[in-house]
């Protein structure tokens, strides 16, 4: 799907705003992205660690932001739905650059994260919202920027009210929806409740299901690299039963 502008990104907006959470299915390259899309899921989200991986890279910005990039074309190019590019902390990019990479690429939007594998520890959430604002301010309402907030993730004192502090931060920033990675499921009622945007919610095997998520306030559910993962396993089980004969 090549950049549609306004168009395009409204019409992912959109999705966010229904009354069933918006399910995003993780993908990786151009076969994974046209199965979920050919299933009729009507948006898709690239995984940072499974493309990663496809690339022969490890997670964690080891990619080069060229190859990243070039992948989330190759997926846009290949399916006639939204695709909402996972580009971590931004690979050191400048906002603007930020902004014109996912439109050259055809990306409706990205998610962008408060902490990442050189420097651990939170971002400072005064810093990262202007950073999240120059981003919007770049895209010129062009994308949908998702802010990751990793409260949960890195182990701070009370994640829960510290996701609310960033996420209205945020929000108040252009981010039209944040994703408390591994938020426990009774909290997205309070953190849809007192943020006021989107909530993006993690399914992974063993978590309630998207309609259960849904229900308790996640306005769109992803699934990090764990499709990735299950795929992964599936080809190596393929392989050893080749290798046995």
Request: a negative charge; charged letters at 20%; proline letters at 8%.
């Amino acid at each position: 799907m090549t950049d549609g502008g306004r168009g395009a990104v409204d019409a992912f907006r959109a999705l966010q705003h229904r009354d069933a959470p918006l399910v995003l299915p993780n993908v990786w390259d151009a076969v994974s992205a046209r199965a979920f899309a050919g299933a009729g899921f009507p948006a898709l989200a690239t995984s940072s660690s499974a493309v990663a991986a496809t690339l022969g890279y490890a997670d964690g910005e080891d990619t080069p932001p060229g190859e990243m990039f070039a992948a989330v074309a190759r997926i846009v190019r290949a399916v006639d739905v939204p695709v909402t590019a996972d580009i971590e902390r931004g690979y050191g990019l400048a906002p603007e650059e930020i902004a014109e990479r996912l439109l050259e690429a055809g990306a409706v939007g990205c998610n962008l994260e408060d902490s990442g594998p050189a420097d651990p520890e939170l971002a400072d959430p005064g810093r990262q919202a202007e950073r999240l604002a120059a981003v919007c301010a770049a895209a010129d309402g062009r994308l949908l920027v998702n802010a990751r907030i990793d409260t949960y993730l890195r182990g701070a004192d009370d994640p829960l009210a510290a996701a609310v502090e960033r996420g209205r931060l945020y929000a108040a920033a252009g981010a039209e929806c944040v994703y408390p990675i591994t938020a426990p499921p009774d909290h997205l009622p309070v953190l849809a409740a007192e943020i006021g945007v989107p909530v993006n919610a993690l399914c992974h095997p063993g978590a309630p299901s998207p309609a259960e998520l849904g229900a308790l306030g996640a306005a769109r559910v992803t699934f990090g690299g764990s499709l990735h993962a299950r795929a992964s396993a599936a080809v190596a089980d393929l392989a050893a039963g080749l290798r046995a004969g």
